[in-house]
């Protein structure tokens, strides 16, 4: 269960959920994942910043669980500066060759709606590949444990 922080007083007294504290340590330069999406690595990535921002208790911010709460909610300024946080870290995640194109995006969640439109779809090139390596390894071409781990990213 998530603790909780008061915020405000009298009538506009809030209670605000974990998911919206930083810690002490946090910041923007932090790098939350050694591996930054090139492009070709989206499903790996995708599955470790996921991770990374499970364990900071972000991930609401990227799957819409943590909406932004109305600009007159006390809780606002707080979701605002959490979610320019969990964006920077995503961008910082991003390769230098491809991050310019999402620069301005305002929100974490529409970064990642924007990523996956980008990057998440089917990939025709990586899905050759892993057919071609099953073939492979049903023939004794290949090891099978490139098969096992073919079979655990496909799902």
């Not at 911010?61 to 909610?73: C, L, R, W």
């Not at 979701?79 to 194109?101: A, P, Q, Y």
């Amino acid at each position: 269960m998530a603790e909780t922080v008061d915020i405000g007083s009298g009538a506009n007294k809030t209670l605000v959920s974990q998911s919206l504290q930083l810690h002490g340590s946090d910041h923007p330069g932090m790098i939350l994942i050694i591996a930054c999406l090139t492009g070709k690595n989206d499903l790996t990535w995708s599955c470790a910043i996921q991770r990374a921002l499970c364990a900071k208790m972000k991930l609401g911010f990227i799957n819409g669980t943590t909406s932004k709460p109305a600009v007159t909610d006390p809780s606002f300024e707080h979701w605002i500066r959490v979610d320019s946080m969990v964006t920077t870290w995503i961008l910082n995640s991003i390769s230098k060759d491809i991050v310019e194109g999402f620069m301005y995006t305002k929100y974490a969640r529409r970064l990642w709606l924007d990523l996956e439109e980008c990057y998440g779809g089917c990939n025709e090139p990586q899905l050759y590949h892993i057919q071609r390596q099953i073939t492979f390894a049903s023939q004794g071409i290949v090891d099978w444990s490139i098969f096992y781990q073919t079979e655990k990213i496909m799902g």
